[in-house]
């Protein structure tokens, strides 16, 4: 679980990196404050309001998901793995349609059709 911990002077957000090398400090209460506010640098009228806060927390979590997507190469066989369950569906379909005449060869069609697209799947993992 992510845990975001602010600056109790200037409410900037602190890593988990920041607050274990020692760029902050935990203080009695539970509160942390930042490197800069314990070296006194920073100046009142520089506080983040609480948008800002939010916005940099925002960003930071999409920074976070752009690094841990991976993309796959892509391959033809899920696409005809898909595209023949299409076909599957066509198959049962018809079956039902034409369920007074031979239905056993649309059944039969259908389940070589539906074996052919889990193979498929299955070789491209």
């Known amino acids: 679980m992510l845990e975001i911990r602010v600056c109790a002077n200037c409410k900037r957000s602190l890593s988990k990196i920041d607050i274990e090398s020692g760029n902050a400090l935990y203080q009695e209460g539970g509160t ?45 066989l899920p696409i005809l793995a898909s595209v023949i369950q299409c076909f ?15 239905v056993h060869s649309y059944l039969l069609l259908a389940i070589v059709f539906q074996v052919m697209a889990l193979t498929f799947f299955v070789i491209k993992k």
């Open 88 to 102: 599957v569906f066509g198959s049962l379909i018809f079956a039902y349609l034409h369920r007074n005449g031979d």
């Open 32 to 76: 942390v404050i930042c490197g800069a506010c314990l070296a006194g640098q920073t100046k009142t009228e520089e506080k983040y309001e609480e948008n800002d806060y939010i916005m940099e927390s925002i960003l930071r979590e999409v920074k976070n998901i752009n690094r841990t997507l991976t993309y796959e190469p892509a391959s033809w």
